[in-house]
Nanobody
Framework: QLQLVESGGGLVQPGGSLRLSCTAPAFTLDDYGIGWFRQAPGKERERISCISSRDSRTYYTDSVKGRFTISRDNAKNTVYLQMNSLKPEDTATYYC????????????????WGQGTQVTVSS
């Protein structure tokens, strides 16, 4: 069973930055498509970014495009979500998820999920 671990959340002022990390002890994340999701209180979970297992093609939802960057560091077996120019509406619990299918695109099917890390953007 693939276990995902997120870290890097916290409290940040509007306009600030955070970098979230997603790692998987004992598994090679490069074999998986990885998605970053978030869920704010009272709202549905949404996928905000993903990176495919083949070619590391990336996707961003419009609300984060130009501010967030997803990337892989295979040497560290970690997928990052760099978040810049944070806004109060980015406040949510952020999750990473893994898709075991080897594809050139981001699918809508994720097989494994982390426990989440809280991001709060507030002055």
């Amino acid at each position: 069973q693939l276990q995902l671990v997120e870290s890097g959340g916290g409290l940040v002022q509007p306009g600030g930055s955070l970098r979230l990390s997603c790692t998987a002890p004992a598994f090679t994340l490069d074999d998986y498509g990885i998605g970053w999701f978030r869920q704010a209180p009272g709202k549905e979970r949404e996928r905000i970014s993903c990176i495919s297992s083949r070619d590391s093609r990336t996707y961003y939802t419009d609300s984060v495009k130009g501010r967030f960057t997803i990337s892989r560091d295979n040497a560290k077996n970690t997928v990052y979500l760099q978040m810049n120019s944070l806004k109060p509406e980015d406040t949510a619990t952020y999750y990473c998820a893994a898709d075991k299918r080897r594809t050139y695109y981001c699918s809508n099917n994720y097989d494994f999920w982390g426990q989440g890390t809280q991001v709060t953007v507030s002055s």
